[in-house]
């Protein structure tokens, strides 16, 4: 007969089985990136929320679907699967750096005929994501060197994998008074894995 403990360490194995990292794994992965103040251990695993109120749930899906991630509130207390969530750009800005010259450098590789060439400025804002590893959304600045090396401001997505690191997504980041046309209906250089009812946690 399974005792309470046994049954604990078989969801365990699951989380590490499906996302590469174990409960405790998660949660410090998470905290160290978030813009909240980490609280003690026993709090991280015994009192965050798993689950959205219904509020918390309307507004989040609103800023993940108009953003498309790359711009979502931090929700004190709830730490769920898929969550999106604001990250600290200073706690290891050369980590984001590298995510955003990974997606650079997939730019330049794919448009070289075209004789489009970015040049990486500065990182902006950064989101993380539980997603088989993390999945981050950045924003950052970049030049554009096609276009007479005018400075514009892209966004990537970019997969930090078990064991390996890809650009999934990337465009120009559009305009602020864009009107909303559905998460999926603006102009991307490329995209895969961008966010759904499943994958975000809404």
Known sequence: METDEDMGTDD?????ELFGYDKLERE????????????PLYDALNDDRDEMTPEEAYSYSEQVLKSDGFDVSDIPGVNCFHQIQP???D???????????????EYNRRFKDDNAELEFVKILKAMGQAARGIRY???FMA??????????TYQAVVLDGLDYETADSFRLKPPEDEPDSGSHGRQWFWKKNLCNDETCCI
């Open 12 to 16: 365990e194995m699951g989380l590490v």
């Open 28 to 39: 410090l992965i998470l905290r160290q990136n978030n813009f909240s103040s980490p609280s």
């Open 87 to 89: 990250c600290n750009i």
């Open 91 to 105: 706690y290891d800005y050369d980590m984001y750096k590298r995510y955003s010259q990974l997606a650079i450098d």
């Open 137 to 139: 959304y950045i924003t």
């Open 143 to 152: 030049k554009d060197l096609g276009d007479g090396g005018e400075i514009k």
